[in-house]
């Protein structure tokens, strides 16, 4: 039993109501973006060797937000290490906004048609928060997903992004924040120690805070410039959240050749 999610719960009961209203209103007030275009891309640095990079998701790896998956966080991945590594990477994303952990099991896993791949990157967590999922269910979804990518690339590193910053969406309310985003770290917890049972997966579990971004990458702006409509990310985050991921892939030494 997660104590944390059950006394979670018990505080959340009274706020259902309000939680339920501002919901809703939230979902008639936010625009409804449509996911990059262009899954498939290759950066060609001129090297004998060419990697294959699969992306993996929910609404972030779709690039909603995004013109295209070669500005969002797919594209900018492969840019940022294939510098790294002096490699071509060939990258291709299966996502689609709104998607919980089960769906992408169901519903993306069966359609991915690539032999081989030499790291494979996912994002998911935010859609199974925002339904309310039980830790102990995402827990074995995310078994299930490992499980299952295994079975098909039993060598290939699998790398988890981060959960995404819940607590700093400028169009949520602070119950929001306050519920949904406790939620959503402890997902993160939960998956942190899912990956310790396998060989070769990985998880950043580092807390997405803007300010440590904007310190760390020198990102000038209001915080506002993070997100395309208050809630998911904008360009420029997609391109921050790639070169973090790039170096926690490096330093982690997911990634070589």
Known sequence: MNIKYTLGAILSIPLLPILYRQGKRIKRTIPDLPEATGNTGLVDVNSKETLQL???????????????????????????????????????????????????????????KETKADLIVIGTGANDAFTGNRPRIWRRHIHTMI?????????????FMN????????????????????????????LNKVIQEYPNVFYNPEIITLQKWKNRYQVQGETSRFFSDGIHPSTITYQTWAKDFAQFVLDKKILSV
């Open 54 to 112: 699969l992306t993996i998701g929910e609404s972030t790896v779709a690039g909603v937000g995004a013109a295209t998956h070669q500005e969002g966080f797919s594209g900018a991945l492969a840019s940022e290490l294939s510098t790294a590594l002096t490699t071509n990477i060939n990258w291709n994303v299966y996502a689609r906004s709104g998607y919980t952990a089960l769906q992408i099991i169901e519903k993306i896993l069966p359609k991915i």
């Open 147 to 159: 499980q299952n990518i295994r079975q098909k690339y039993p060598e290939t590193p699998i790398a």
């Open 163 to 190: 959960m995404p910053p819940i607590k700093e969406f400028p169009a949520f309310t602070k119950t929001l924040k306050f519920t949904i985003g406790n939620l959503i770290e402890i997902f993160g917890s939960e």
